[in-house]
C-alpha cells in the first residue's frame, strides 16, 4: 500500500520558517518525481516546486528564492524548506509522487501564516 505522509505544517508569524517533509512507502522513491502542491481557501490548487529523480528542481515564481525543495533517497522523504513566509503562503500543502505509470497524493498538512 502506497502511503506519502506530509508534516511539519503549522502557525508561524510573517517572516518565520517551516520544514515540511513528506515520507513516501510502499514505492520506489528514487524513481518518482516529487512535487510540493498548495491550496488556499477558495482557490485553485497550485504547484509550488518540484524535483526529478535525478534532483533537477524547479519553483513556482511566488515561491522562487524563499522555497526550496530537496529529497532524501536514502529516508525516502521530500522536504519543502519555507523562509521569509507570507500571510498569502497559507494554505493546506501537500505532496505528490508521480512514476511513468502512477500518481500518489499526500493527505496535506496545513500551513497558516498570521501575525
Known amino acids: 500500500q502506497v502511503q506519502l505522509v506530509e508534516s511539519g505544517g503549522g502557525l508561524m508569524k510573517p517572516g518565520g520558517s517551516l520544514r515540511l517533509s513528506c515520507t513516501a512507502s510502499g514505492i520506489i522513491f528514487s524513481t518518482y518525481t516529487m512535487s510540493w502542491y498548495r491550496q488556499a481557501p477558495g482557490k485553485q490548487r497550485e504547484r509550488v516546486a518540484t524535483i526529478t529523480r535525478t534532483g533537477i528542481t524547479n519553483h513556482a515564481n511566488a515561491v522562487k528564492g524563499r522555497f526550496t525543495i530537496s529529497r532524501d533517497n536514502a529516508k525516502n522523504t521530500a522536504y519543502l524548506q519555507m523562509n521569509s513566509l507570507k500571510p498569502e503562503d497559507t494554505a493546506v500543502y501537500s505532496c505528490?509522487?508521480?512514476?511513468?505509470?502512477?500518481?500518489?497524493w499526500g493527505q496535506g498538512t496545513q500551513v497558516t501564516v498570521s501575525s
Open positions: 505528490n509522487a508521480a512514476g511513468i505509470n502512477m500518481t500518489y
